[in-house]
């Protein structure tokens, strides 16, 4: 399989440049398993998709302020991309300047303080941060929201609550769970009313997600990092959902990808079957057609990038076909596409 394989063409003025006033006034684009029609449908309109006894998995991340700005003891100037808090004042990061730091170099921060160079593995450097207070504490006023790289403006004060969803509670992300931010509390309320249940899982999303796939061939793609936990009372959640008929409903691929890493972890061989378990650590799964998804029954997810591995994990779980189909038909409807666009409600199709 090749990474042109999923490659389709983008009108620019289709990416979101900004979010809309509200949250659940995105459009919805609903595929169900085929022949059925597509649906233009509204987000906040959600409710009467889903039936009672339904779990809504959402990603409780939060994203931290991870852009900073500095400069080199010999004048260059620094960008510095945290990718991963690693515990008391050290962080991995991506660094954008000139020539490379090596090991030792210090970075007179913007804000105050500096960064000091421990080591660098790949694109990835390891930092240690002198500053007056917890990095955590630290960055919440010190350093910049991360925007992806396709909206081409400096973050405002909106995007500080709106790049967040609502339930977002564990520190840890550089970009948003996308599907996420969505919901609203006015579309929580109405949902719980439905009789829909929710559960919640941690992965926090690092800056690989927005690094290209490089290699032609798939089978040679290095997939970047991500740490995720699955609680043992999400577990029991989705067993006492589907023993009672409800359906499991992902919102975001970072909630598939955190469940089907599960699963493969407590797996004793590739593909054996197995089933869904408490975990809590790294993973690096590659999810694209061939993979079979079974830890959920649909999902709500924007629209992504081309030739991305969010791309090829939507393909995965609802068929290339189907999903190109749909792409096809929101471009011709003038959808809003990736991280500030709309969303698609899919379930999967016979071919998967």
């Given at each position: 399989m090749k990474k042109n394989d999923f490659h389709y063409e983008l009108p620019p003025e289709l990416i979101a440049q900004a979010p809309l006033a509200e949250r659940s006034a995105s459009?919805?684009?609903?595929?169900?398993?085929a022949p059925a029609p597509r649906e233009d449908r509204v987000f906040r309109e959600l409710p009467q998709l889903l039936q009672p006894g339904d779990l809504l998995v959402f990603n409780d991340t939060r994203v931290i302020p991870a852009r900073l700005f500095g400069q080199k003891s010999t004048g260059g100037r620094v960008e510095i991309l945290i990718?991963?808090?690693l515990g008391g004042m050290e962080a991995r990061a991506q660094i954008g300047v000139s020539k490379s730091p090596k090991a030792g170099a210090r970075i007179a921060l913007d804000a105050g303080g500096e960064a000091e160079v421990l080591d660098r593995e790949g694109e990835f450097y390891r930092l240690r941060f002198h500053v007056p207070e917890s990095l955590e504490q630290w960055l919440l006023h010190a350093g910049r929201l991360p925007l992806p790289p396709y909206i081409q403006r400096e973050p405002g004060s909106d995007d500080q609550e709106r790049y967040q969803t609502v339930f977002a509670r564990e520190v840890?992300?550089?970009?948003?769970p996308t599907a996420g931010l969505h919901f609203d509390d006015a579309l929580l309320a109405q949902l719980r009313e439905r009789g829909v249940e929710f559960g919640h899982v941690t992965l926090h999303v690092g800056a690989g997600t927005f690094q290209p796939v490089r290699a032609e061939s798939l089978?040679?793609?290095?997939?970047h990092s991500e740490w995720l936990n699955v609680g043992a009372g999400l577990v029991e959640q989705i067993r006492r959902t589907r023993a009672a008929g409800g359906r499991v409903i992902a919102v975001g691929t970072t909630v598939v990808r955190a469940l089907e890493s599960a699963i493969r972890h407590h797996s004793g061989v590739a593909g054996e079957e197995s089933e869904l378990q408490p975990f809590a650590g790294e993973t690096r799964l590659f999810i694209l057609p061939g993979y079979r998804i079974r830890s959920v029954d649909g999902l709500i997810t924007n629209?992504?990038?081309p030739e991305s591995t969010l791309l090829m994990l939507v393909s995965a779980f609802a068929g290339k076909d189907a999903v190109f189909a749909a792409y096809e038909h929101a471009i011709r409807e003038r959808?809003?596409?990736f991280s500030y666009g709309d969303a698609m409600l899919l379930w999967p199709t016979a071919e998967v």
């Open positions: 459009r919805l684009l609903v595929v169900p398993p990718e991963r808090l840890g992300a550089v970009a948003a089978d040679q793609h290095v997939m629209f992504h990038l959808y809003r596409f």
